[in-house]
């Protein structure tokens, strides 16, 4: 029936089925994503026969292409160091650390079949790599000048794998949570970096190509295996999405790391340049105070008096405690704690300002330690060090072992002084203190550092994390829940209005 509209008639154009839409391209999808999945299969098998049968022009490809490497690398140690950092991005401390802190985060935020999900695939893509490697039992690569070292068999590639478990588990877990812009460059990234990761282990000759192969197929069958498993795509309406859209894009409310309106920062690019600003006073005091340190004939008497006597007291039972404390303070410590505390903290406060103030203030350190080290050169102490392989021999001053333990914990322990209700909180100030005292000792004890190395980084480390604490307010929105419990009546409480009273 055709009615009065704007053109005069009503359109007669049906309205689409929008479920059966759905259905259809949910089915094109699906099957237009496991033709990749098939290739990958079949050619992992191929991969799996060659190597397992020693076919030689395979054989000849992955032994030139390692000794090509290799020969590249000589007398090239910084281009080492780096793809020792980058084939780091891969190896199982990186996915042991990032895939517990998912797991977590999701059991906070109370989805526990996502959280089951990341955990089954971790350990089973570690189940798998080494089942594989005994099955295969292939001998890794032998170079004329080896630069790494690594455990166990060769195919396939451990870190390959590990990449791409990790960093494809974390996407399709968090993907809905992602703007629609940045996803592709994302994935671009994420995909980049599991590539970069399988480069570096045959650059480091611990990897033939053909095994990188193999752990790059072996994972991404084992994503696609899972995802399928666990997957929970239905809607309200009972239609699947693509797993373009995520794993559940319908927890969606819950993965979103905290309310859109959140602001991380209490006055924007304000308080931007009030840190910047912190900054600039914190480098020129600590760089004047160094300076005066080091030229000043009595502090340097008094520094190396000090120095000598906790070197003239040393024994093994001393060491063996002071060693471990002093690694509280070790970059890889402090590194750990930070990439787990960050999220987390996100994920409890579900608030932007604490992960940034953990952030801020760790990196802000970090930043001012090599600015005030590189200008004031103070050369470490004159006298035997324990274990200290490594230390640049002009960065005395300050310690950044010592700073970082105090930023580091101290910032763990303002935001549960304001944010935890338990009483057990009341302990996190002993701890942190505790902490920055035995790192402090370490350090002087181990020969790394004068006393007024470690009381200089105490100083500016305090100054720092205060600054932090008040230009990013990490405490906002900590109350917000209790004030909405008090002040809003239960849901099934009564309303006094409607019974006359």
């Known amino acids: 029936m055709r009615g009065q509209g704007w053109l005069g008639y009503r359109r007669m154009t049906p309205i689409p089925d929008s479920k059966a839409w759905r259905r259809e391209r949910f089915a094109v999808w699906s099957a237009v994503?496991?033709?990749?999945?098939?290739?990958?299969?079949?050619?992992?098998?191929?991969?799996?026969?060659?190597?397992?049968?020693?076919?030689?022009?395979?054989?000849?490809?992955?032994?030139?292409?390692?000794?090509?490497?290799?020969?590249?690398?000589?007398?090239?140690?910084?281009?080492?160091?780096?793809?020792?950092?980058?084939?780091?991005?891969?190896?199982?401390?990186?996915?042991?650390?990032?895939?517990?802190?998912?797991?977590?985060?999701?059991?906070?935020?109370?989805?526990?079949?996502?959280?089951?999900?990341?955990?089954?695939?971790?350990?089973?893509?570690?189940?798998?790599?080494?089942?594989?490697?005994?099955?295969?039992?292939?001998?890794?690569?032998?170079?004329?000048?080896?630069?790494?070292?690594?455990?166990?068999?060769?195919?396939?590639?451990?870190?390959?794998?590990?990449?791409?478990?990790?960093?494809?588990?974390?996407?399709?877990?968090?993907?809905?949570?992602?703007?629609?812009?940045?996803?592709?460059?994302?994935?671009?990234?994420?995909?980049?970096?599991?590539?970069?990761?399988?480069?570096?282990r045959?650059?480091?000759?611990?990897?033939?190509?053909?095994?990188v192969l193999g752990g790059w197929l072996m994972g991404l069958l084992w994503l696609f295996v899972t995802a399928s498993a666990f997957r929970r795509w239905e809607e309200a309406d009972g239609v699947r999405q693509p797993l373009s859209m995520g794993l559940a894009p319908e927890e969606r409310a819950s993965l979103e790391p905290a309310p859109a309106h959140d602001s991380p920062l209490p006055r924007g690019w304000h308080s931007v340049s009030e840190l910047l600003v912190v900054v600039v006073l914190i480098w020129a005091a600590m760089v004047g105070l160094g300076l005066l340190v080091t030229n000043l004939a009595v502090?340097?008497?008094?520094?190396?008096?000090?120095?000598?006597?906790?070197?003239?007291?040393?024994?093994?039972?001393?060491?063996?405690?002071?060693?471990?404390?002093?690694?509280?303070?070790?970059?890889?410590?402090?590194?750990?704690?930070?990439?787990?505390c960050i999220p987390l903290t996100a994920a409890l406060t579900r608030r932007w300002a604490p992960a940034l103030f953990l952030l801020l203030a760790t990196t802000g350190e970090t930043a001012l330690y090599l600015a005030i080290s590189n200008v004031v050169g103070r050369s470490r102490?004159?006298?035997?060090?324990?274990?200290?392989?490594?230390?640049?021999?002009?960065?005395?001053?300050?310690?950044?072992?010592?700073?970082?333990?105090?930023?580091?914990?101290?910032?763990?322990?303002?935001?549960?002084?304001?944010?935890?209700?338990?009483?057990?909180?009341?302990?996190?100030?002993?701890?942190?203190?505790?902490?920055?005292?035995?790192?402090?000792?370490?350090?002087?004890?181990?020969?790394?550092?004068?006393?007024?190395d470690t009381l200089a980084s105490i100083l500016y480390a305090s100054c720092w994390l205060a600054a932090c604490w008040f230009i990013v307010q990490p405490w906002r929105g900590a109350h917000d829940d209790e004030h909405n419990s008090q002040s809003d009546p239960p849901v099934d409480a009564p309303d006094c209005r409607r019974v006359g009273r």
Do not use: C
């Open 33 to 200: 994503g496991l033709i990749p999945v098939l290739l990958a299969g079949l050619l992992f098998l191929v991969v799996l026969s060659l190597v397992v049968s020693n076919w030689a022009p395979l054989r000849s490809f992955d032994t030139a292409a390692v000794d090509t490497f290799n020969a590249a690398l000589d007398g090239r140690p910084l281009v080492v160091d780096a793809l020792h950092l980058l084939t780091n991005l891969g190896g199982s401390e990186t996915a042991w650390l990032l895939l517990p802190v998912a797991v977590v985060w999701l059991l906070v935020r109370r989805v526990p079949d996502l959280a089951l999900y990341v955990a089954v695939t971790a350990i089973g893509s570690a189940i798998l790599s080494f089942g594989t490697k005994e099955l295969v039992e292939r001998v890794r690569p032998v170079v004329d000048i080896p630069v790494a070292s690594a455990a166990g068999h060769s195919f396939p590639s451990g870190h390959a794998m590990g990449a791409t478990t990790t960093y494809g588990v974390l996407l399709l877990v968090f993907l809905p949570v992602i703007a629609q812009r940045w996803r592709r460059p994302l994935i671009g990234a994420a995909v980049f970096v599991v590539l970069l990761v399988g480069v570096t």
């Open 202 to 211: 045959v650059a480091l000759g611990v990897h033939y190509p053909s095994d």
């Open 299 to 340: 502090v340097g008497e008094i520094d190396l008096a000090v120095s000598e006597w906790f070197a003239a007291h040393r024994s093994e039972t001393i060491s063996d405690v002071a060693v471990p404390l002093g690694r509280l303070g070790s970059t890889v410590v402090i590194v750990a704690t930070m990439v787990a």
């Open 381 to 452: 102490p004159s006298i035997e060090r324990i274990t200290q392989e490594g230390l640049p021999p002009a960065a005395s001053f300050p310690s950044g072992h010592v700073a970082a333990t105090v930023v580091t914990y101290g910032s763990i322990t303002l935001l549960l002084l304001v944010w935890s209700r338990s009483r057990l909180r009341y302990a996190a100030p002993v701890l942190a203190v505790a902490a920055a005292l035995a790192v402090a000792l370490s350090r002087v004890y181990r020969g790394a550092h004068y006393p007024s």
